[in-house]
């Protein structure tokens, strides 16, 4: 028989002294440490936790504390405030910060903020079902259901206190995620949400904020630094057995509904529907664009880069294919010496798309290269650049470790022009392979840079087979950190 660390006489006593707003508030505190029980009662929530071995006295003095019921501690559990404050500055802490900061901000907020807060979010969630009654704390959880709101996740609460003009909240959230630098990276439990425990060959989301940060926020303290924070840490459930948490760390998290953007640009025509219709079967949420001029394409990139869906997806991938020299592309325009595709890749590069930050970035680039006595360079394309009118309509994120170049994965591959004339209407031997390679059901199955090693020995065998005029050049340039797997993990 399992041997329970809190008399049952306790638990009775103190669910009979709590009021119906207490008991929201203890259970929302307590979901992370049993999300097998997200909808069980306060009484079936605490005497689960003390069956397991989680609850104990210092435990439950804590949640006393947390829903300020101080006559509690003092008349049931014969402690005093002080005495629970001091154990919590040691550290003896039972519920993740992310928790109690919720229930901070559920305190702070009247019942009119509540229903704005729930009007607001139907541009998020046009069917969320907000009832005249319902609590933060209700809202929250509906949120964290849909993976909107996290721990790591909290820039559209921010946004909607914006606009409720509460900014003493905002700063509360932005405190929680300064601290969350300074704390251990295992010193909270791990975060589930209640759906996600009751399937459990599911990867979780992200951990706490104190065990690692994805979204993250630029704010100037007052002497003028800015503050940094950490690169997440991705916690996933093990496939098999009973649930246990196991910390993957050397691989991005790849789960959200859709991957990411896919944005396809192809000025020469052969390729879009294969590419298209391999990535909407990775998941991805593709945008087709063909036959673009210079301009057109200046203004695509710049929208794709300003997409505030970018925030809620794990990645982003871009596909290039028009005429061009080795470093730039000429588009459907004659006249121009081409677009930089260095220009291209800093548009989403983390100080001009912050929604990416520490997400993989990935580029295929397919080049037909035109010989430099062909190339006219009457003139020039001004391009926006790494500057404000970039980021203008972003929200800038604080200092962070990662570098902004980092978590990049570049594969150009380069064929002489002739490859068209000989047969216009023939697709990339490059793109052709990778599209075979992510629609096979194992190969896909296979990190990124292992995929693209099988699709360079492809590569390098046809060349074997075919004149040199029209053989594939393919280079690989990287900044990824972690493994990376275009399959939810």
């Given at each position: 028989?399992?041997k329970c660390q809190v008399p049952a006489v306790l638990i009775h006593q103190i669910e009979e002294e709590l009021d119906k707003e207490e008991e929201e508030m203890?259970?929302?505190?307590?979901?992370?440490?049993?999300?097998?029980?997200?909808?069980?009662?306060?009484?079936?929530?605490?005497?689960?936790?003390?069956?397991?071995?989680?609850?104990?006295?210092?435990?439950?003095?804590?949640?006393?504390?947390?829903?300020?019921?101080?006559?509690?501690?003092?008349?049931?559990?014969?402690?005093?405030?002080?005495?629970?404050?001091?154990?919590?500055?040691?550290?003896?802490?039972?519920?993740?910060?992310?928790?109690?900061?919720?229930?901070?901000?559920?305190?702070?907020?009247?019942?009119?903020?509540?229903?704005?807060?729930?009007?607001?979010?139907?541009?998020?969630?046009?069917?969320?079902?907000?009832?005249?009654?319902?609590?933060?704390?209700?809202?929250?959880?509906?949120?964290?259901?849909?993976?909107?709101?996290?721990?790591?996740?909290?820039?559209?609460?921010?946004?909607?206190?914006?606009?409720?003009?509460?900014?003493?909240?905002?700063?509360?959230?932005?405190?929680?995620?300064?601290?969350?630098?300074?704390?251990?990276?295992?010193?909270?439990?791990?975060?589930?949400?209640?759906?996600?425990?009751?399937?459990?060959?599911?990867?979780?989301?992200?951990?706490?904020?104190?065990?690692?940060?994805?979204?993250?926020?630029?704010?100037?303290?007052?002497?003028?630094?800015?503050?940094?924070?950490?690169?997440?840490?991705?916690?996933?459930?093990?496939?098999?057995?009973?649930?246990?948490?196991?910390?993957?760390?050397?691989?991005?998290?790849?789960?959200?509904?859709?991957?990411?953007?896919?944005?396809?640009?192809?000025?020469?025509?052969?390729?879009?529907?294969?590419?298209?219709?391999?990535?909407?079967?990775?998941?991805?949420?593709?945008?087709?664009?063909?036959?673009?001029?210079?301009?057109?394409?200046?203004?695509?990139?710049?929208?794709?880069?300003?997409?505030?869906?970018?925030?809620?997806?794990?990645?982003?991938v871009c596909i290039l294919v028009s005429r061009g020299s080795p470093q730039n592309i000429f588009c459907t325009d004659h006249t121009f010496s081409g677009f930089?595709?260095?220009?291209?890749?800093?548009?989403?590069?983390?100080?001009?798309?912050?929604?990416?930050?520490?997400?993989?970035?990935?580029?295929?680039?397919?080049?037909?290269?035109?010989?430099?006595?062909?190339?006219?360079?009457?003139?020039?394309?001004?391009?926006?650049?790494?500057?404000?009118?970039?980021?203008?309509?972003?929200?800038?994120?604080?200092?962070?470790?990662?570098?902004?170049?980092?978590?990049?994965?570049?594969?150009?591959?380069?064929?002489?022009?002739?490859t068209l004339e000989k047969s216009s209407s023939s697709s990339s031997y490059y793109l052709r392979c990778l599209a075979e390679l992510l629609r096979h059901p194992?190969?896909?199955?296979?990190?990124?840079?292992?995929?693209?090693?099988?699709?360079?020995?492809?590569?390098?065998?046809?060349?074997?087979?075919?004149?040199?005029?029209?053989?594939?050049?393919?280079?690989?340039?990287?900044?990824?950190?972690?493994?990376?797997?275009?399959?939810?993990?």
């Open positions: 028989m399992t203890m259970v929302f505190l307590c979901r992370d440490l049993a999300p097998d029980l997200a909808t069980a009662s306060l009484r079936e929530l605490l005497v689960a936790l003390n069956e397991r071995e989680t609850l104990s006295f210092l435990g439950l003095s804590e949640l006393l504390y947390r829903v300020k019921r101080f006559d509690l501690l003092r008349r049931i559990l014969k402690t005093e405030k002080a005495t629970v404050e001091a154990n919590l500055a040691r550290s003896c802490r039972l519920i993740p910060d992310y928790r109690v900061l919720m229930v901070e901000i559920n305190e702070n907020l009247e019942k009119e903020e509540v229903s704005s807060l729930g009007f607001l979010l139907r541009d998020y969630v046009p069917r969320m079902k907000m009832a005249k009654d319902k609590s933060f704390l209700a809202l929250v959880i509906d949120l964290e259901k849909l993976n909107l709101v996290a721990p790591n996740q909290l820039d559209l609460l921010e946004n909607c206190f914006q606009n409720i003009r509460r900014i003493d909240l905002i700063r509360k959230i932005q405190k929680y995620k300064h601290e969350a630098l300074m704390s251990s990276v295992h010193s909270q439990p791990v975060y589930v949400n209640a759906l996600q425990a009751s399937l459990p060959n599911l990867s979780l989301i992200d951990p706490p904020y104190n065990s690692g940060i994805q979204n993250v926020n630029k704010e100037k303290s007052q002497n003028g630094q800015s503050l940094i924070l950490a690169e997440p840490v991705h916690m996933s459930i093990q496939e098999s057995g009973s649930v246990s948490h196991k910390v993957f760390d050397d691989q991005y998290r790849m789960q959200s509904q859709p991957l990411g953007v896919c944005l396809i640009l192809d000025c020469i025509g052969n390729d879009t529907d294969v590419l298209e219709e391999t990535f909407r079967g990775l998941g991805y949420d593709v945008c087709c664009h063909r036959y673009l001029n210079m301009n057109t394409m200046n203004q695509t990139l710049l929208e794709v880069a300003r997409l505030q869906k970018h925030r809620y997806c794990d990645s982003f930089p595709l260095e220009q291209i890749k800093r548009y989403f590069t983390a100080d001009s798309c912050p929604e990416l930050l520490g997400k993989p970035k990935l580029f295929f680039i397919q080049s037909y290269i035109v010989s430099e006595n062909e190339q006219e360079y009457t003139s020039l394309l001004e391009v926006d650049g790494n500057d404000d009118k970039i980021i203008a309509n972003t929200k800038i994120p604080w200092k962070v470790t990662i570098p902004q170049v980092a978590d990049i994965f570049w594969s150009q591959c380069k064929v002489d022009v002739s194992h190969k896909r199955k296979l990190s990124i840079l292992d995929i693209h090693t099988e699709l360079n020995r492809r590569v390098y065998e046809w060349n074997k087979t075919t004149d040199p005029s029209q053989q594939y050049s393919l280079l690989l340039q990287h900044t990824l950190r972690k493994k990376l797997f275009l399959s939810p993990t």
